[in-house]
């Protein structure tokens, strides 16, 4: 899923991976952020939220949304993933 707006700041990487290890650990997020570039622009995308990383938990209150300053593109990635929808 393309997401516009994202300033690839990570930040709901970091967290993500705090919430599953205690510690800033990106490398234990669910979500991944993955840039894309052409030689002119960058465009960021969301990889899915399990497969080789960390499944996701589907947080109550999810750190990622919360520290995100996009947060409203993000819930909807996590809402679209939740229905099981393409992403
Ligand atoms: S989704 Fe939000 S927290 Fe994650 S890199 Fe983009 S702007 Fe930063
Ligand atoms: S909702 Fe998923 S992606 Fe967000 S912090 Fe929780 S486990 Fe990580």
Redesign the pocket.
Known sequence: MKLIGCTGCRICEA??GY??TGTFCPAK???VVRDVEDGYNVERYFDA?ADEHTT????VE????KYCPKRDVLRAF?DLDKEGQNI
């Not at 996701?56 to 947080?59: E, K, L, P, V």
């Open positions: 967290v993500c919430h599953h997020s669910s979500i939220l996701c938990d589907r947080c999810p750190l990622c949304v996590l």
